[in-house]
């Protein structure tokens, strides 16, 4: 994959429909979330017109705050999984990237005090509009010896959310794209946010 790699989503759609585009300006994955479903479920294809379906994402149980988001292939091979910390995600967003059934990668906000900013000036008027387009949160994946391999940072947008995944250290295609598994369910879980 050539990075940086763009995130783009549009705000006023029905159901989130995510595009990634990569360095040269092609298209990665369109990925598709349903709507009014009571456990997520996100289809991944290789082009904006779903011709073929590359992976599927499903949580493992309803609305919950540490539901575990399982990742296959088409063929239904398991790719991982992304696990939210409920109660840590107050403060800061935090997020477990697991293959068979191990933790093999974290995905923690940089800076949490945005967070606290963003909460507090988001509810006056006009200063909460500015906040929500200043006050960008981002991200930074990790393995556990504490190497930094991604960072996804929100970029200012009014009618639509973008993000941009930076490499920060060299790492295996497949762990590359259970990353980028991971930090899509993030972004279709923080997207509340700026």
């Known amino acids: 994959m050539k990075y940086p790699i763009e995130l783009h989503f549009k705000l006023l759609t029905f159901g989130q429909r995510i595009t990634a585009i990569d360095a040269d300006g092609n298209v990665l ?10 456990k ?21 149980r309803m609305i919950d705050w540490s539901a575990n988001y399982s990742f296959t292939d088409a063929e239904g091979n398991d790719w991982g999984a992304v696990r ?20 093999d990668m974290t995905v923690k906000e940089q800076s949490p005090m945005k967070k606290v900013f963003e909460s507090l000036l988001g509810e006056i008027p006009v200063i909460g509009f500015a906040a929500v387009i200043l006050l960008n949160p981002s991200y930074i994946v990790r393995r556990p010896d504490g190497t930094e391999l991604l960072k996804l940072t929100k970029k200012p947008a009014v009618f639509e959310g973008k993000f941009v995944l930076d490499k920060l250290s060299e790492m295996p295609e497949d762990d590359e794209l259970r990353s980028l598994m991971a930090l899509i369910m993030l972004v279709l879980l923080e997207r509340g946010r700026g």
């Open 40 to 60: 997520e479920k996100v289809e991944i294809y290789n082009d904006t017109k779903q011709s073929s379906l590359m992976f599927r994402i499903e949580a493992d």
């Open 84 to 103: 939210r910390k409920g109660m840590k995600s107050l403060w800061s967003a935090h997020y477990d990237i697991m293959q068979d059934g191990q933790v």
């Open 29 to 38: 994955m369109f990925i598709k979330q349903k709507m009014f479903k009571l």
